[in-house]
């Protein structure tokens, strides 16, 4: 059997043994009467439309599916199951093939991040609803923190709605609380936005190996903005405390100030989030490397000194993936054109999304390309290796060989040094009324 083959086989397995643990656990009032052998739309074919949907309209998608059904149809159908019947998929997906899972030197090095995905404007959803100066009307916005596998190239895990460092915590606590997978020992690497005494506390308490990009300028904490600014390698270690007795002046402890109940503060007050312990001692490495511009940049980690500060240097920029698995998510797989209007809906669409990238990603490890005397490198062609992954999971008879030959073909060069500048705009929903066919 062939990879793709051998691959497929996995993500039925976790299909299907998702799909039975939810009729065993139904979240529905009359789950008997939600689906049957004799309805055309089983929740089998739910699954796989909503993993191989394009960007088109319904109308056009449902046919690629071999689905003869209205797109009232699906909506009605879709309400009649959850996002987490693709949660139980994905990690069922994943586990079933944790054991290709890639390691650095023993640890699983896994990249924390967010993006937006916008969703249909809907004002009564009060948790993705967004109002602001530049657009009063209000839009509708999922802000959804990923767990990424930088090595694998896959999504480990996700949570959505999570709009700050608090949300990322949380997340990351329960995540790290019921990591149980075996494989590697996990390292979190972290852009700014996570830095903070709290999560770095989280880190330490909990012995989850990190390494984090902290500000080094204005804002940046007491501790690290004291250091040079030149390339560096030292360990950092001081106390952090939520008081100011005399003792903890003369101890040199870093204060917190956080709000103490029955007291009364001025408005101009600071107020810092402290979760742990006061007084509690923080002990992390800093390693601050510089840039082929010119610039410095500021790491935190626990790693050892047995990996040295051109190795973290490079961990961080490996980090870099984290963006490219976003652009692929929304415009390759299509998760900037949801087909749904709800929340849930476009929940669905999310997590659906997730597992087609795992399972393209997966595939496109066991490729190798032939070397030839090329001017540059070649890789493979993601966005065509998506399209062909989709057509493939549509028909349980597609020939797996075929397919990989296929993606071989399509090749995109590698060219590492070349810079562009960043042309960032802001992307609004894509109304139903003014999609075209993919």
Not at 120 to 135: Q, V
Request: glycine fraction near 4%; include cysteine.
């Amino acid at each position: 059997m062939n990879e793709a083959d051998k691959l497929r086989e996995k993500l039925n397995t976790a299909i299907r043994d998702g799909i039975q643990e939810w009729k065993e656990k139904p979240l529905l009032d009359e789950p008997t009467k939600s689906f049957n052998r004799a309805a055309k739309l089983t929740l089998e074919n739910m699954v796989r439309l909503l993993m191989t949907m394009e960007g088109g309209v319904l109308e056009d998608e449902l046919p690629k599916a071999g689905l003869d059904v209205t797109p009232s149809a699906v909506s009605q159908c879709r309400k009649k199951f959850s996002s987490e019947l693709f949660e139980n998929i994905l990690y069922r997906f994943n586990r079933l093939c944790r054991d290709d899972d890639k390691l650095y030197h023993g640890y699983r090095v896994l990249a924390v991040d967010g993006t937006a995905v916008n969703i249909a404007r809907n004002p009564d959803d009060e948790k993705t609803f967004i109002k602001s100066k530049k657009n009063p009307r209000g839009y509708n916005q999922m802000t959804v923190t990923v767990i990424y596998d930088l090595l694998s190239k896959t999504f480990v895990d996700y949570n959505s709605i999570s709009r700050s460092e608090r949300d990322a915590l949380d997340f990351l606590l329960v995540w790290n609380d019921y990591y149980k997978d075996g494989r590697g020992r996990p390292l979190f690497v972290c852009d700014r936005g996570y830095e903070g005494y709290n999560m770095i506390a989280h880190f330490l308490k909990s012995g989850t190996d990190f390494l984090m990009r902290v500000k080094q300028g204005k804002g940046a904490m007491r501790e690290i903005a004291k250091l040079p600014m030149e390339e560096l390698d030292r360990d950092l270690e001081f106390t952090l405390t939520t008081t100011q007795t005399n003792a903890d002046k003369a101890a040199g402890y870093v204060f917190v100030q956080t709000r103490k109940s029955g007291k009364r503060y001025k408005e101009s007050t600071r107020n810092a989030s402290w979760r742990y312990e006061s007084p509690f001692h923080m002990k992390f490495r800093v390693v601050r490397v510089k840039l082929d511009n010119g610039s410095f940049e500021t790491l935190v980690t626990s790693l050892p000194r047995s990996i040295s500060a051109a190795d973290i240097k490079e961990l961080y920029h490996a980090r870099w993936g984290i963006e490219l698995a976003f652009r692929e998510l929304k415009y390759s797989i299509a998760l900037n054109r949801i087909h749904g209007k709800s929340r849930e809906f476009a929940t669905q669409e999310l997590v659906a999304a997730l597992i087609t990238a795992n399972f393209v990603s997966r595939l496109a490890a066991t490729i190798v390309i032939k070397k030839k005397n090329r001017k540059h490198e070649y890789a493979l062609n993601r966005r065509k290796a998506v399209r062909l992954c989709k057509e493939y999971l549509r028909h349980d008879d597609a020939d797996g060989a075929e397919l990989v030959e296929m993606m071989s073909r399509y090749l995109v060069a590698v060219r590492p040094d070349r810079v562009n500048e960043r042309n960032l705009k802001p992307k609004s929903f894509h109304g139903f009324v003014y999609r075209i066919a993919s």
